[in-house]
C-alpha cells in the first residue's frame, strides 16, 4: 500500500529556478516532470523517507548539473530509476 505523499509540495516554480538566467520556466518544467516521474514510478514499499531523499537528491542534482535540462525521456527515465535503485538500497544497507 502507497504511504500518504504528496509531491505537489515538492514542486518548483520559474521563480525557483532563476539560476537558469532565460530558461527558468524550462527548467522548472523539466524538474517538475523528473518530480512527477519518481511518483509514477514509487513502489508500494517504499517510505516517505526513501521519497523525500529521492526528491531531495533530484533537487539538488539539478541545481548542480543543469546539463540535466537538456536529457531526453529516456535518460531522464534511466536517471530516475538509477536514483530510486540507490535510495533504496541505501536503505536496505542500514537495515541490516
Known amino acids: ?3 500518504e505523499f504528496d509531491i505537489h509540495s515538492y514542486l518548483v516554480t520559474k ?3 532563476v539560476f537558469f538566467e532565460e530558461q527558468e520556466e524550462e527548467a ?9 516521474h519518481i511518483n509514477a514510478l514509487r513502489e508500494d514499499d517504499d517510505t516517505t ?7 531531495r537528491r533530484t533537487l539538488y542534482d539539478w541545481i548542480e ?3 540535466l535540462l537538456d536529457l531526453s525521456f529516456d535518460e531522464m527515465d ?3 530509476r538509477n536514483l530510486m535503485k540507490v535510495v533504496r538500497e ?3 544497507e542500514w537495515n541490516e
Request: no cysteine.
Open 28 to 36: 522548472a518544467d523539466r524538474i517538475n516532470e523528473m518530480l512527477h
Open 78 to 80: 534511466d536517471y530516475v
Open 90 to 92: 541505501q536503505e536496505e
Open 49 to 55: 523517507e526513501q521519497l523525500e531523499e529521492m526528491v
Open 1 to 3: 500500500m502507497f504511504v
Open 15 to 17: 521563480q525557483d529556478a
Open 65 to 67: 548539473e543543469p546539463a
